[in-house]
């Protein structure tokens, strides 16, 4: 099936390591993005990416990384430069990013707890 | 300033209730788009429609229905007859061209509890 894949479900931090969430898409979109959301809160996007090889900052880049060497392939690394990045984290992706209107399709999302 | 705004943060209803869910939004672009997603339990959005802003007639799609109101800036979402697996968070978002990206816009969402 066609879709956005997530992993881990379920991750648990410690204090001051990396971890980096999967995500891979087999829908043959161009672009990418990576959205935080904290309870009761709506979306908020870390990074975006229109292309292979070329990624944008969103609105709360700080304390996150990303790469995407492959199409269907844009994994985040939660850095310890993130003081607070316990929350859930949204994988997503459009046919293309350049233009307006394109939908955003999600995956399924990624817990991330900090213990 | 919000550029979506979803005033109702959570909503309970009984089963077979209709119940409509509010979203305004504010842009100065001509083009943009509206849309409505679902966030069941699970945590995956749901895309349900997305509306351009040419286009204000009323959509209905089974049970669900939305009103595109550009006078007054409205989005708003209707569920008719309303069952247990509408229970979820409801979110609306405004997309724009930004730069040459489409930016969006969420709101902060909905909680609809549809009680038996």
């Known amino acids: 099936d066609g879709g956005i894949t997530q992993s881990p479900k379920y991750l648990f931090r410690k204090e001051g390591q990396n971890v980096t969430l999967s995500c891979e898409q087999n829908l043959n979109h161009d672009a990418m993005y990576w959205y935080r959301q904290d309870p009761g809160q709506g979306l908020r996007l870390i990074y975006y990416?229109?292309?292979?090889?070329?990624?944008q900052k969103g609105d709360i880049a700080e304390g996150y990384s990303v790469s995407r060497e492959k199409k269907e392939s844009f994994p985040l690394t939660v850095t310890s430069a993130q003081k607070n990045p316990t929350a859930f984290y949204l994988c997503?992706?459009?046919?293309?990013?350049?233009?307006?209107?394109?939908?955003?399709?999600f995956g399924e999302g990624s817990w991330l707890t900090v213990v | 300033a919000q550029k979506v705004t979803q005033a109702q943060t959570e909503i309970s209803v009984v089963e077979k209730e209709d119940v409509t869910l509010d979203c305004v939004y504010e842009?100065?672009?001509?083009?943009?788009?509206l849309f409505w997603y679902k966030q069941p339990p699970s945590g995956e959005l749901v895309f349900l429609i997305r509306?351009?802003?040419?286009?204000?007639q009323n959509e209905i799609s089974g049970r669900y229905s939305w009103n595109f109101q550009k006078s007054t800036s409205s989005f708003n979402f209707t569920i008719t007859a309303s069952q247990v697996v509408d229970s979820a968070v409801y979110f609306c978002?405004?997309?724009?061209?930004?730069?040459?990206?489409?930016?969006?816009?969420f709101g902060s969402g909905t909680k609809l509890n549809v009680k038996p």
């Open positions: 990416s229109q292309i292979v090889n070329d990624f």
């Open positions: 997503a992706s459009s046919i293309e990013g350049g233009t307006s209107g394109n939908t955003i399709y």
């Open positions: 978002a405004l997309s724009e061209a930004l730069y040459n990206f489409n930016k969006f816009y």
């Open positions: 842009t100065r672009d001509t083009t943009y788009y």
């Open positions: 509306r351009n802003s040419f286009d204000e």
